[in-house]
C-alpha cells in the first residue's frame, strides 16, 4: 500500500472520467459543479483516463477563469470494489481557491 493512499467517501459531486472521455465535455461537467457548489471530485483509474482528466481540468480552469474563479487540485489514491476485487483510482479534488488563500 503507498504512504498517500487512502479509502474515503467523497461528499461532492463525483465525476468519471474513462480513457476515450473527451476533455472538453468533462471539463464543462467539472466548470458547471464546481460553479454550483464550489468543488468537484473526478476519478480516473488508468493511466489514459488519468490523462483525459488532467487534460479536463485544465481546460475546466481556463472556462472558470473566464468568470474570475480560480480552482486548484488535490490527487489522491482511493480504493473501491469493482465486483469482487479491489482497485485503486486517483481522484482529483477540484475546490475553488478564495481571495484569502
Known sequence: MLDNQVTINTPTKLIKVGPSSRPALVA???????RESDSATVQAVGANAVNQAIK????????LLEDDIEIFCVPFFVNFQAGKQEKIAIHLSIEVRHASQ
Open 28 to 34: 464543462g461537467a467539472i466548470a458547471g459543479v464546481v
Open 56 to 63: 479536463a481540468m485544465i481546460v475546466a480552469r481556463r472556462y
